[in-house]
Structures are given as C-alpha cells and as structure tokens.
C-alpha cells in the first residue's frame, strides 16, 4: 500500500524559512517523479514543484521560483521542499504526490501539511 | 502559469450524466495527451480518476470516463450517485517540464 506522509508544517513569519518532508512507503521511491501540490485555504490546487527519480530534474512554479527548493533523498525514501522568503500567499496545505509515470499524472498523495505564514 | 479553466459549478440528478470541461492552450492540453482528472472530498486529499486523458486507474468506477478535443479535455460521470458530489480538478503536463490545474468545478448531486 503505498503511502505518503508530511510534516513539518506550522505558522512562520513572513521572509522566514520552512522546510517540509514527505515520508514514502509502500513503493520503490527511487523510480517515480515525486512533485509538491499547494491548496490555499478555500481555493483551488496548485502544482508547485517537480523533481525527477534521481533527484537531477527539477522544475517550478512561477510563484516560487527562487524561493524554494525541491530535493530527495532515495535512501531514506524522503521527499523535501525548503521554502524561503515566505509570502503571506504561500499559506496553503502542501501535499506531496507521487506520480503513476513519465507526466501521467499524480496516482498517491499525502494527507496534507498546512503553512500559514503570519506575522 | 494560467489555471485551466473549468466551469465553477455544475450539478444533475441521481442517475443523469454530467460533463465537466477543461479548457487550456496548444502549450498544454492541446499539445500533450497527458490530462489527468482529480476528485476532492472536503478535508480529504485529491484522488485520480483519469490520466493519459482517457484511462482509469483500478478502483475507479467506469462510471467516470475522459475525453479530449482539441485545447478542451472533458470529464463525464455518468449514472450520478450521491458519493459523486466533491470537487473536481483537471490537470495537464505543461512545456517546459511544468504542470497546471484547472479552477476546478464544484459538483452538486441534487
């Protein structure tokens, strides 16, 4: 049963850092792309992040390029995303989501890990 | 990046049939058939109905099925059941090595 679990969310001020991680099970870790998704409170999903099965790919949103940071590691099975200079706009639960296969879409998700950013 | 578009609501009666558009551009939709389809109950996380535009995972009732036309994806749930009433969020692989939801559409069964 594959499963994915986040953490380290919580309220952090506005321009400080945060980095949230992914605990992965149940599959081979190493072999699928592995993305972060963004929701803010009451609106729609946001594709935030991308990172190939070997860590050499990365992509991102236009919201945060620069800003954070998509990284792996395949031998703890983890996925990590450091958000720095942090916005009131990036208040949102972030879920990581594995994906089935090569830009085919995101088969298993985490349950979610809100940000709130606030002074 | 612009969000897909997708109409904010739409609703039909037990057993009807419902389709839910998704419109982009030639850089994602129209340009990949790489579409999948997302079902989200209040407080859950998102769940795969469609990828690849058309297919269905295992588990999925084929009550769900997905289209493509063009710059235009569409979603049908047809024989609507009460469980069927979540929000709905397409998405599409994007050039550059991006992605991009839709708005989503809130689905009411009335």
């Known amino acids: 049963q594959m499963q994915l679990v986040e953490s380290g969310g919580g309220v952090v001020q506005p321009g400080r850092s945060l980095r949230l991680s992914c605990a992965a099970s149940?599959?081979?870790?190493?072999?699928?792309?592995m993305h972060w998704v963004r929701q803010a409170p009451g609106q729609g999903l946001e594709w935030v992040a991308v990172?190939?099965?070997?860590?050499?790919?990365?992509f991102y949103a236009d919201s945060v390029k620069g800003r954070f940071i998509i990284s792996r590691d395949n031998s703890e099975n983890t996925l990590y995303l450091q958000m720095d200079s942090l916005r009131g706009e990036d208040t949102a639960v972030y879920y990581c989501?594995?994906?089935?296969?090569?830009?085919?879409?995101?088969?298993?998700w985490g349950q979610g890990t809100l940000v709130t950013v606030s002074s | 990046q612009s969000a897909l578009t997708q109409p904010a609501s739409v609703s039909g009666s037990p057993g009807q049939s419902i389709t839910i558009s998704c419109t982009g551009t030639s850089s994602d939709v129209g340009g990949y058939n790489y579409v999948s389809w997302y079902q989200q109950h209040p407080g859950k996380a998102p769940k795969l109905v469609i990828y690849?535009?058309?297919n269905r995972p295992s588990g999925v009732s084929n009550r769900f099925s997905g289209s493509k036309s063009g710059t235009t994806a569409s979603l049908t749930i047809s024989g609507l059941q009460g469980e069927d009433e979540a929000d709905y969020y397409c998405s599409s692989y994007k050039s550059g090595g991006t992605y991009v939801f839709g708005t989503g559409t809130k689905v009411a069964v009335l």
């Open positions: 149940g599959f081979s870790f190493n072999t699928f792309g």
């Open positions: 690849d535009v058309t």
């Open positions: 989501a594995k994906e089935r296969g090569d830009f085919t879409g995101f088969d298993s």
């Open positions: 990172t190939s099965s070997n860590g050499v790919a990365k």
